[in-house]
C-alpha cells in the first residue's frame, strides 16, 4: 500500500470513529450483539475458510502448536460468540464523568471519558482476536484497523465479512472493524508513520514483531517491551503455596509473557525450600539455572550467568536467585524486571504492603500467579493488549483503557483577566 | 553530552525517583514548602543571576518582550514562592485507589495511582517554570530533568541551588530535581532518545522546539501539536457575550496557544452581528480575513484562503467564516482544529451538549473563553504543560497528569486454570 491508499483507507476509518463517538451506547452494544448472532450464523462459511488457512498451514510445514492456535471448530465459533455477547454487556465506558469541580473562576468543569478515535491493532495468528478486537473497539467508540497474522488471512476475511454484516445491518459503517488490506510488514510500517490519520497502535505478539513496530511508529504505540516477571518467596512463605504457585506461574504456559523468568527466595528458607522445589519443576521437566547458592543446595543444575536475569526465555526454563530479603528482591527487581507482572510469597502483613507499594510494574500480586495478567481474567472481557506503559493504558487494556478523557467546561460568559 | 554521561546522569535521576517513590506523601510535600522558603532566602542571589541573564539578553538584542519574560523582582519571586506552597497544598496524587474489584478467582484487584519515574521537561524562558515543574514532579513522587531556554541559564543555575539545596535540607535526594548539564540542542536530541533511563518527556514551547523533540523522541511525549482554537458563535448567542469573550480570546494574549485563531458564525446572525463585532476588533486593532459571506458583510478586509484555517498565527490575526449552523461548524472544526481548546456561544441547551459531546478536543467551552485552559485557572496549582495527546495526559497538565497506576492484586494461593 502506498502512503496515499493508507490514507484514503484510514479516512473511512476517521469518517466511521466520528459515527460511533456520536453513537449512543445501546446502539454500539446492540451492534456487537449483532455481531455474534452474525459470526453463528456464518459458522459453516468461517469453517471452510479456516480449513484452507489450515491446509495452507500444513504445506507450509507450520508446527502443530501453530495449527493448534490457528484452527476454529463450532466450539471455538461459540466461544467468540459469546465473548461478544459478554462485552456487549459491559458497561458503556464513554460519558464516564471521572471528575468534576467549580473554579475561581467560577466555571464548571467535568472530565468525561471520550474515545480515543481510530485504533489500530496487529496480531498474530489466534484468528478469535479480529472479532474480540472489533467488539472491544466498538464498545468503547473506536474505529479498529486490524492486521492479522499471515496464515489466517482467509479465516480473518471471513470473520470481517460478518462483523461488517453486523455493523451495516444494524446502521453503522462498515468501516468500524476493517482489515488493513495488505497484510505485508511494509503496510504495518506505512500504518506506524500516519499520525494524524491513526490514533494509536497496539503491537499485540511477540518481540520481534513489537520492535518493529516500535522503529517505524510515528504514532502513540501501547506495547509490552517484554515480559520479565518475578516470583519472591519471603522468608515468611508458605511452602505448598509457593511450591503450586511457583510451577503454575512457570509451567503453565511458558510462551506466555506473564509467566515467570526468574525466582527470588530469601536466604533464610533457601536451604529448606529449594531441594523440594527443584524436585517438583524436575517432575515439570524446567530446566534450572541457578546463583552460586542456589547451586550449593540444588546438585548438578547449571550456573545462571549475569545474562540470564534479564532474559525472556518464554521456554521451560527458570532461573533462581537467592537473595538476603526484601530489599535485595526490590532492588533485583528494578534492575532487572520489564515492569510487567511481578509476585510475593509471603504472610507477613508489611512485606507485602512494601512490596506492592515499592516495586514499579503494572501489576504487582500477594499470594498469586502472575499469570492472572490477562484482560479475560481482570474481567475486562477480552483485551486489546497488555502494556508497560506508563503513558495512558497500563497492565491489561480493555474498554476503559481505550478512552481518553476531555474537559467540559460550563461558563456563564467569563474571560480572562 | 555523549550518550554515556547522559545515562550517567539519568541513572541518578532514576534512583532519586525510586527514593521518591517510596517517601511519603508528607515528606514530599514538606520538601516543597522548603524549596519555597530556600527561594525567599536566596532572593538576592537569584536576582543577581537574573540581572547577568538580563544584560547577556540586552546585548544579545533581544526584544523587551522577551526580556520582560525572563526578568524577576522580588514581587515575582514572592509569586514563585507562593506558587509553590499552593502545590505544597494540594491533595496527595499518590496512592489513590481509582478502582477496586473481587475477580472470578477471588482476587483482590486494586487499580492504585503511581509515579511515573524520571520526566524531563524542556521549556523557554521563563524561569518561574524550573520552580513550578520541580515541584509538580516532586509533588508526583516523579525526579524532574529540566531544561530551560539559554537565556535564563544563570537564573535557572541560582533557582536549581535553592531548589537541590531544600532537598538536602529535609533528605531527600538533590538529584529529585537537576537541570540538564549541557543545554544544547543536540544534547535534548540525546535525552529524548533514552528509553529506558527517561519515562517520559514533555516539551513545553513553540512549534520548532515541539517538532524537533518530537523527531528525536524515543521515549513517550506529552505535548501539544498546535493550537488551532476555535469560537463558535451559535444562532441563539447573546451579543454582548460574543463579543466580550471573542475579544478575550483572540486578543488578551495572542501569543498563547489557547487563544482562538479562527471564529465561526451562523448564517443567521452574521448579518447583524459581524460588522459590530469588525468594529470591535478594529478597536483592538486585530487583522481581519473573512470567507466570501464575511466579506460581503464587512467591508474591506482580507479574504481567507484555504491556509488561513489552518493557520496558527500567534498574532493579533483573526479569521472569520460564516458556517450554516451547528453541523457545519463542528464538521470544520473536525477538520480543521488541533484538539486543543473549543469554545460554543449559545444559549440553546441542546446546541451547547451536542458541541460539547461532539467536538473530540482536549477542553470543550460553553460561554466561557478558550484562554482558560491553563492548569492555574483549572486549580492544578501550575501545569507541567497542555497536552493534546490522547494517550496519557490530555489537556492542563498538573499533579494528577504526572501520575500512572498500577494494579495491587491480593490472593490466597491462586494459580491460573
Not at 508458605?238 to 530469601?266: F, G, H, W
Not at 524486571?337 to 507477613?348: D, F, M, V
Request: net charge neutral; glycine share 8%.
Amino acid at each position: 500500500m502506498t502512503e496515499n491508499e493508507m490514507r484514503e483507507f484510514l479516512t473511512k476509518a476517521k469518517k466511521a470513529a466520528r459515527i460511533l463517538a456520536a453513537a449512543d451506547g445501546g446502539a454500539r452494544s446492540r451492534a456487537i450483539v449483532k455481531m455474534a448472532e452474525m459470526i453463528e450464523a456464518r459458522e459453516a462459511a468461517i469453517l471452510a475458510a479456516n480449513a484452507e488457512d489450515i491446509e495452507a498451514a500444513r504445506s507450509a510445514g507450520l508446527t502443530e502448536a501453530m495449527i493448534d492456535r490457528l484452527a476454529l471448530s463450532p466450539k471455538r465459533i461459540g466461544e467468540i460468540a459469546r465473548g461478544l455477547r459478554e462485552i456487549a454487556a459491559l458497561r458503556d465506558p464513554l460519558g464516564e464523568i471521572q471528575d468534576g469541580w467549580i473554579t475561581e473562576d467560577n466555571l464548571k468543569i467535568e472530565k468525561v471519558s471520550a474515545p480515543i478515535g481510530v485504533v489500530g491493532v496487529i496480531y498474530e495468528s489466534r484468528p478469535n482476536v479480529t472479532a474480540d478486537v472489533a467488539a472491544l473497539c466498538l464498545k468503547s467508540g473506536n474505529a479498529a484497523v486490524l492486521k492479522g497474522g499471515k496464515e489466517a488471512a482467509k479465516t480473518n476475511k471471513a470473520i470481517e465479512n460478518a462483523l461488517q454484516a453486523a455493523l451495516q445491518a444494524v446502521n453503522l459503517p462498515a468501516d468500524s472493524a476493517a482489515l488493513l488490506p495488505d497484510g505485508s510488514r511494509e503496510a504495518v510500517a506505512v500504518l506506524a508513520r500516519q499520525s494524524g490519520y491513526l490514533d494509536l497502535i497496539v503491537p499485540r505478539g511477540g518481540e520481534a514483531l513489537i520492535k518493529f513496530v516500535s522503529e517505524h511508529a510515528r504514532v502513540p504505540i501501547v506495547k509490552h517491551d517484554k515480559g520479565v516477571c518475578h516470583l519472591y518467596l519471603h522468608e515468611s512463605a508458605d511452602y505448598e503455596m509457593s511450591e503450586k504457585i511457583a510451577i503454575n506461574a512457570k509451567v503453565q504456559r511458558p510462551s506466555a509473557c506473564n509467566a515467570i523468568e526468574t525466582l527470588l527466595i530469601d536466604r533464610r528458607i533457601a536451604a529448606e525450600f529449594l531441594p523440594r522445589l527443584a524436585k517438583a519443576f524436575a517432575a515439570q521437566k524446567t530446566e534450572l539455572r541457578g546463583c552460586e547458592e542456589t547451586r550449593g543446595v540444588v546438585a548438578g543444575i547449571r550456573a545462571a550467568d549475569e545474562s540470564d536475569w534479564s532474559a525472556e526465555y518464554l521456554e521451560n526454563i527458570l532461573a533462581i536467585r537467592v537473595v538476603s530479603g526484601l530489599d535485595e528482591a526490590i532492588a533485583h527487581i528494578a534492575k532487572f524486571g520489564s515492569g510487567h507482572s511481578e509476585a510475593i510469597i509471603a504472610q507477613n502483613y508489611a512485606a507485602i504492603e512494601r512490596f506492592l507499594a515499592e516495586i514499579d510494574a503494572a501489576c504487582v500480586y500477594a499470594n498469586a500467579s502472575t499469570r492472572f495478567t490477562d484482560g479475560g481474567r481482570f474481567g475486562f472481557g477480552a483485551e486489546v493488549g497488555i502494556s508497560t506503559n506508563k503513558l495512558g493504558a497500563r497492565g491489561p487494556m480493555g474498554i476503559r483503557e481505550l478512552t481518553t478523557y476531555k474537559y467540559k467546561i460550563y461558563g456563564a460568559g467569563q474571560t480572562r483577566k
